[in-house]
């Protein structure tokens, strides 16, 4: 079965410093992995996504991510937060047969000014 | 183009009654998903709709729960004789083709509150 963890609840960065998000995952096979963000009181949006090929994965509003196989990780960087960054991110993985793919608990972003 | 909706945007309703909660989804999207957030919890999955097959329900948590999809298009999730473990954010996703690669597109939620 797949599984995704993000290890961090909760992640407090000041705005212009930089931001990594962990997500750590378990898939047998090569994983269809995401990285979605929810603004307060509003759906999750897609900020990336990797299947295959380059390992590092530009996204919208400066994200990037880098799927490291070795470490099953898939951890999502920004070089310069915003506070309009301030946000609950999800990581996701799919695969298989299956077409539901599995939520982290999300990492909540606080952004001080 | 208009994206995800969702109706009610809140609900409160008192233990044992009956909710409907309504689901848009983009126009030609062949796929539907429900989920379910909890404060401090991922996102719970509960049913998936790919065109006229039949739904993949395995995420439903007990039979209290349903959910219909009308002619390929809209979507309603029942939870009848509602309990207070049920108050979360319903959450609706659609996407233009079945598949782990396809993003999901989400409407913001139906926040229910059990009285």
């Known amino acids: 079965a797949q599984s995704v963890t993000q290890p961090d609840i909760h992640i407090t960065v000041s705005e212009g410093a930089s931001l990594e998000l962990r997500c750590n995952y378990s898939?047998?096979?090569?994983?269809?992995l995401f990285w979605y963000v929810q603004s307060p009181g509003q759906g999750l949006q897609l900020l990336l996504k990797?299947?295959?090929?380059?390992?590092l994965v530009q996204g919208i509003k400066g994200f990037e991510a880098e799927f490291k196989r070795s470490q099953s990780s898939f951890n999502l960087r920004k070089p310069s937060v915003h506070w309009s960054d301030a946000a609950e991110y999800f990581c996701a993985v799919g695969g298989g047969g299956s077409y539901i793919p599995t939520f982290g608990r999300g990492t909540s972003l606080i952004v001080h000014p | 183009g208009a994206g995800v909706s969702q109706s009610p945007s809140n609900k409160v309703t008192e233990k044992g009654k009956d909710v409907e909660l309504r689901c848009d989804p983009i126009s030609g999207h062949t796929a539907l998903y429900w989920y379910r957030q909890s404060l401090g919890q991922g996102l719970e999955f509960l049913i998936y709709?790919?065109?006229?097959?039949?739904?993949?329900k395995s995420g439903l948590p007990s039979d209290r729960f349903s959910a219909e999809r009308t002619g390929g298009s809209v979507s309603t999730l029942t939870i009848q004789r509602t309990q207070q473990e049920d108050s979360a954010v319903y959450l609706c996703a659609s996407s233009s083709r079945p598949g782990p690669k396809e993003t999901q597109y989400f409407g913001p939620g139906t926040r229910l509150l059990v009285l």
């Open positions: 990797y299947f295959s090929g380059d390992t």
């Open positions: 898939y047998g096979a090569t994983p269809y």
């Open positions: 709709f790919q065109g006229n097959s039949a739904p993949d």
